[in-house]
Every structure is written in structure tokens, then in C-alpha cells.
């Protein structure tokens, strides 16, 4: 019971830097930004900051095998709702027990932003690997990726397809759909 | 008693009266979640079909804190910060050992008061009553 300590420590101001961080990271796609202040259990810092910033309940989430621990913490500080694959629109866990992507919302041609946003946990997250391209890079960008066909099949679909945030302890990195990925 | 009483002796108790109650009982405790106030809805149901309505918003002051490995929850009219951490403290040690302790020295008296406020209340608007009756009719008679 004693593990839903851990929100931020300045709600209000920690939210805002979290938020500011999150927007910054998903509107440049690839580039590792650093989020503090949460701590939940199964959830790593980056991805605690996010669940605190981005979602309350009306946000329905899935959590994926592994990061079942932070059920009763995402209850208590944001009170959402949990859901399967199909209907989340943010999905906490590893990429081994998140994919495969085909079950996730992707939206709908009318409403494209009706889709699932991936929050995964990775081991390493740096700068190198597949080359992206796209809105918020101005020339090219790497970014170690858990498994570059898959998505490069969710950047095919664009404008459709799901939005993915790396994290790594408390370091994170967005990928939304719209980053082309090219070759190492 | 139930949690969901005590939970409402809280809610509903004096600012003032309820920091001083629980006084005594201070404890180190983790802070879950800091005093915050914010309102909420209250809902209603009345009319035959029992549909839910919204009465009005209501200012709360919440606080969650953690003593030993007892979560307390507290929820309080309006702003005071003080109260809200008072009432999780209660609700935290009505779980452990010393809730009969804590059941006679806070929980009683704050029911006591809000029952004897109550009936002096029901006592002056009872003191207002008026029968109404009928006198009978001549056509009756």
C-alpha cells in the first residue's frame, strides 16, 4: 500500500516543466528531453511524469504485462480508467509486451487523433540508430529504435497510425507517427 | 463503525474543532498527496424517477497520507489545509491499533456536536410549525 508516494513534490509547477517537456519532445521528434519529480512503481521516472501530466480519468489507459505495479499509484494520482489494447488511448509497458501494434487505435480518417499513445520502456535510449525524418527535424535526426519495421509500418499509415514516447529512466523521447524513418 | 461513517464525521466537522481534536494524535506521517482544494459536484436525486441532478459545486480540501503502511484519505468542506491533514490522519489511525482510542476522543465528540446541531435546528424550525386543518362545513354539518 505504502508505494503511492511518489507524485510530484510541486504539483503545479512540476506538471507545467513536465508538460513543457513532453510538448517540446513530441513536437521534435527524436530528441531526448529529461523529466523529473515522479516515481511509481513498474513505471519508469519518464514515464510516471507522463501518466501524472497527461492523463486523468477521462484518459483510458492499458498497462501491459510487467507494468501491472502501478495500477493502485495511476489510480490514486490520476484516476484512470484501465482498458484493453483496443480501446486505450495511452498504453504503459515494455515493447516486448506492448507489441504488436495492430491492436491499438490508430484513428479514423474524420478524427485522426482518436488514436493510442504508446508510452514505452526501453533499456537504452540514444542518438544513434535509424535515421528520421520529418516535421520538427530540421535536416536528420537518429534515435535507437525497439523495432524499426514495425514502425516504420505505423508511419506508412500516416495520417493514421499511433504516436510513440520512448523512456528511459528519467530521459525521454517521442516518436510520433508523422517521423519518417530511414536507414541506420 | 464504518469507514464510510467516519469518513463523513470528517468531512462535515468544524475546521477549528477538528484540528484541535486530532491534535493529540499528530504522528510523523508520509505525505501522499498535499492538501488541495479544489470543488466538486454535488449531485442530487429527487422527483419519481430518482434521475440524478446537479445541485451545486461545493469547495473541498483533499489530502492522502501514509502512516506506517495505512493510507489515509481526507476530504473536507471548504479551504482549510489543517483539517484536511487532520481528517487523513484520523481516517489512517481509525485502521490501525488506536482506533478506539482515537473513535472515543475525536470521532464521538465531533458526532455529538453535529447531532446537537441538528437538533437544535430541528427544534427552532419545529417551534415555526403550523397545523393546517379544515373546519367543517356547513353544507357538512
Redesign the interface.
Known sequence: ??D??G?FPD?ARDGARAFRAILDAMARPGRIVTVEGAHAPGLSPAAAAVALTLCDPDVPVYLAEGASGARAWLT??CGTPFVDKAECAFAFGRWDALAPLTPYRIGTSEYPDRSATLVVEVDTLTAEGPCLTGPGIAETRHLSLPDVDALRGNAAQFPLGVDVMLTCGDRLACLPRSTRIGDA | MERREWLSILARAPHARLSALATPFARQVRTLRAPETGSVMVRGRAGGTGAAFNLGEMTVTRASVALGDVVGHGHVQGRSKDAAMAAALVDALMQGPDAAKVRAEVLQPLKAMHTAANTTRAAKAAATKVDFFTLVRGEDA
Open positions: 500500500m505504502n503511492l508516494g507524485g504539483p490514486f494520482h
